[in-house]
């Protein structure tokens, strides 16, 4: 991230980077920071494209275009797939021969550091991992947040919001604004304050919600949804949940087979410790054909809303019911 922070206040672009990595918080917070720097609100010198199988021949003759009346072309390219198969494979050929004036960013969830693109990329700009962030760099951002709030909280009770919220950042973020907005005009967060936003409203009934679901109790697991929606949790943030909270349950699984403890688990997955422990009794009470069932059922669900088949609210009910199968 120093790279990127480096190339952001310079103002000395790169013609080409790779946003990838477990955190996406992050890869949408340098995004948008490059689309920002670099193009700002100029959509004649800029493009964006999304999705597998993007025409690459097109992207070639935009990126060959000179930007009018401006210094640099922006081009943004998300969750294509090109580095996990040979479908960019122009591109390794091309990027050499880009113009300076144009910048192309690469925002992918999967990457194959074999790819030759990828290693292209890496050759010419900046390939960025972005990982989930260690408990200290999640405590300095999130008390960073709440100092900019002109609000203060202790050590103490910062482990608590952690412990309560899990490491994910745009989590936190989220968990950050219902806490500011809970304490209002007073100055200090308290550990009660923690306690009454975050620890049962979301994380736990989460954590609930999984078991329920996996041991068929439906009817409890629809009582925990229902509770979330009456505390106005999107659906579509319910259902990423379950489904983060379902991958990190089935790699628990596959690293407990292998003869990992608890710390080992949570130093291979960049998790903090006390998540591993919780996510341990839930691994050793399912199958791994149990969850990897699961595991496609949430992104059956995810794909049936964004395709317009179904509404959010009724796309996770079907999912705690198990009713696609």
């Keep these: 991230m120093q790279t990127l922070n480096k190339d952001l206040k310079e103002r000395n672009f790169r013609k080409v980077y790779l946003l990838f990595g477990e955190e996406d918080f992050l890869k949408k ?22 999705g597998k199988g993007p025409d690459v021949k097109e992207i070639m003759n935009l990126a060959d275009t000179m930007p009018f009346f401006a210094e640099r072309r922006l081009i943004i390219l998300e969750d294509t797939g090109f580095f996990k198969s040979a479908a960019g494979e122009e591109l390794v050929s ?55 709030d002109g ?34 005009d007073r100055e200090v967060v308290t550990e009660e304050d923690v306690k009454a936003i975050c620890t049962v409203h979301v994380t736990g009934k989460i954590f609930e919600m999984v078991g329920a679901i996996v041991a068929g109790d439906r009817k409890k697991a629809m009582e925990l949804y229902e509770d979330l929606l009456t505390l106005r949790e999107p659906p579509m943030r319910i259902l990423y949940l379950i489904a983060r909270q379902f991958n990190q349950v089935l790699q628990v699984k596959e690293l407990m087979g292998k003869g990992m403890d608890k710390s080992a688990i949570a130093s291979r997955l960049k998790i903090q410790p006390f998540v591993a422990g919780r996510l341990m009794p839930q691994a050793r009470a399912f199958t791994k054909e149990q969850i990897l069932s699961y595991v496609e059922l949430c992104v059956d669900s995810e794909e049936a809303v964004k395709s317009g088949r179904l509404q959010e609210r009724l796309a996770v009910e079907l999912l705690i019911a198990n009713k696609y199968r």
């Design 29 to 50: 917070s340098y995004k948008n920071r490059l689309r920002e720097a670099i193009a700002g609100d100029d959509a004649m010198n800029s493009a964006y494209f999304e």
């Design 94 to 148: 091309y990027l050499p021969e880009m113009p300076d004036s144009t910048c192309m960013v690469f925002v992918e969830s999967e990457v194959d550091k074999r790819n030759r693109l990828y290693k292209k990329v890496k050759e010419l700009g900046y390939a960025a991992e972005l990982e989930r962030q260690g408990a200290a760099a999640l405590a300095r951002w999130a008390g960073g947040i709440l100092a900019k």
């Design 151 to 184: 609000k203060k909280i202790t050590g103490r009770t910062m482990d608590l919001f952690l412990a309560s919220v899990g490491d994910d950042m745009e989590n936190i973020r989220m968990e950050l604004e219902k806490l500011i907005s809970y304490v209002g």
